[in-house]
């Protein structure tokens, strides 16, 4: 009928329990949000929350992979890897690329919903001024920040205690201290234009971007004494030229 659509096939090595069909079709759900947001024909969307929440008492992992053969696609490929170890998505595209790996490993306690929620929205302001800076595209500075977000309020990314600190009184002690994020890396890069009131362009430039998180716990010689080293860090490459009074953009 002229309709674009979706099937999927399922194969089982055994019959599936009701809490195992019940995941099944949360993902089933998840997984069509995912595909509708990156099917955008003119702003892809990251919408992995849904998937990112999957069961993880049911599913060990779950991987997605995308490749588009067409040229110059708004979506060129996409990964998304959802595991005990990391969740990472990397999408590459006509507005550029962004990769975001999240360590769901990490070895230093729950922070708190409200601590996490605050450090993530602390992050995004960083980013929102960065691409003020670099006068990055607005639609690939939206990817990166809902990937970053949505990773990292996914089931299980801040990890559990180490059995090192089980009952320790540090442990009560770390949360306040920590960002209250996993440690990550992530970046976004792409060139960019803009055309002004006549369609002509009249801005063209090029940004990257890459931000990150690295914690380390180590014991000391000293009993019950510990070294906590949390390091952020941040950088911004951008160069842009633009034309005077919103005309056409002459290089020469």
Do not use: C
Request: aromatic share 6%; charged share 20%.
């Amino acid at each position: 009928l002229g309709r674009n659509g979706l099937q999927v096939e399922i194969k089982a090595s055994g019959s599936l329990s009701s809490s195992e069909k019940r995941a099944l079709a949360q993902l089933a759900q998840g997984f069509d949000k995912a595909l509708e947001g990156l099917g955008q024909p003119d702003q892809p969307r990251m919408d992995i929350a849904d998937l990112a929440n999957f069961d993880r008492n049911v599913f060990k992992s779950v991987d997605l992979a995308i490749q588009n053969p067409g040229e110059g696609e708004l979506l060129s490929s996409f990964e998304l890897h959802l595991g005990a170890d990391r969740n990472a998505v990397a999408y590459t595209g006509a507005l550029g690329k962004v990769d975001v790996d999240v360590d769901a490993q990490m070895p230093l306690g729950r922070a708190s919903e409200q601590q996490r929620q605050s450090a993530i929205t602390e992050l995004l302001r960083q980013v929102d001024a960065a691409a003020q800076r670099s006068h990055a595209d607005s639609r690939l500075v939206t990817l990166f920040k809902d990937a970053f977000s949505q990773l990292h309020t996914a089931t299980g990314s801040t990890g559990a205690q180490i059995a090192a600190l089980s009952g320790n009184p540090l442990s009560g002690r770390i949360g306040p201290m920590l960002s209250g994020l996993a440690d990550f890396s992530a970046s976004f890069s792409g060139a960019f234009e803009r055309t002004g009131r006549f369609g002509a362009v009249v801005e063209t430039g090029t940004a990257s971007y890459q931000l990150s998180q690295e914690t380390t716990l180590v014991p000391s010689a000293q009993a019950n004494t510990w070294t906590l080293h949390q390091q952020q860090n941040e950088s911004l490459v951008a160069q842009y030229v633009k034309s005077r009074g919103d005309v056409m953009l002459d290089m020469g």
